[in-house]
């Protein structure tokens, strides 16, 4: 059974540009959550995709959003990227119910030069 | 609100010695509890959870913890650390409702020494 993707495992962007990052959740898997790792703040909640609809949001800013699709598949989108964006971004899946499991993928580290 | 607290950043101890990794939380209502575990370059790997029932969870790699409603406390232990043990150690706090967003403590980094 695949795990959580997440692509691209690595990524430079510059001050001011875009990026978009790709998670694909394990199959049958409905819900998709998006956190931050950083040294200073730790790990936080960005949001959660569940059936194409936000269904929980955390504390950030409008330049972090995010999506997905019918396939379960999710990405997510910074914009004007400045430098404290450097981070792991983690991808979670999970099968939507309650109390169940979240799979954590190998993230993708951004750094903002 | 939730919140969880780690304390210790760094612990490390003698292969064979026994595994103590503190969390305790805050929550407003019955928590979800978790602990995970992270590797240099990699993502978060479940070792147990704790949801309703009984309060003494066993989890992955001989790991477990005990939740203490009157300590709000869900500390990790393991009888006998390996080298493999070496990592960097989350707890995490829900709530029901919205179980997915998970709030985590700021991470114990274990070392195991020979």
């Known amino acids: 059974k695949a795990g959580v993707t997440q692509t691209p495992r690595y990524l430079i962007k510059t001050r001011g540009q875009q990026v978009t990052l790709s998670c694909s959740p394990i199959s049958g898997h409905r819900s998709v959550s998006w956190y931050q790792q950083t040294p200073g703040q730790g790990l936080q909640f960005l949001f959660e995709?569940?059936?194409?609809?936000?269904?929980n949001k955390g504390n950030f800013p409008g330049r972090f959003s995010g999506r997905q699709f019918s396939n379960s598949r999710s990405e997510m989108n910074v914009s004007t990227l400045e430098l404290g964006d450097s981070a792991l971004y983690l991808c979670?899946?999970?099968?939507?119910?309650?109390?169940?499991?979240?799979?954590f993928g190998q993230g993708t580290r951004l750094t903002v030069v | 609100a939730q919140s969880v607290t780690q304390l210790g950043s760094h612990v490390s101890v003698s292969e064979g010695a026994l595994v103590l990794l503190r969390c305790n939380y805050s929550?407003?209502?019955?928590?979800?509890l978790f602990w995970y575990v992270q590797y240099p370059n990699q993502g978060l790997q479940l070792l147990l959870k704790y949801t309703t029932g009984a309060t003494l969870v066993k989890g992955i790699n001989g790991f477990e913890a005990e939740f203490k409603k009157s300590e709000t406390s869900f500390h990790l232990t393991k009888p006998s650390a390996h080298m493999s043990d070496a990592a960097e150690y989350f707890c995490?706090?829900?709530?029901?409702?919205?179980?997915?967003?998970?709030?985590f403590g700021t991470g114990t980094r274990l070392q195991v020494t020979l």
């Open positions: 929550s407003s209502v019955p928590p979800y």
């Open positions: 995709y569940f059936s194409e609809t936000q269904r």
């Open positions: 995490a706090v829900s709530r029901p409702g919205t179980a997915s967003k998970l709030t």
């Open positions: 979670a899946s999970r099968r939507g119910n309650e109390n169940t499991e979240a799979f």
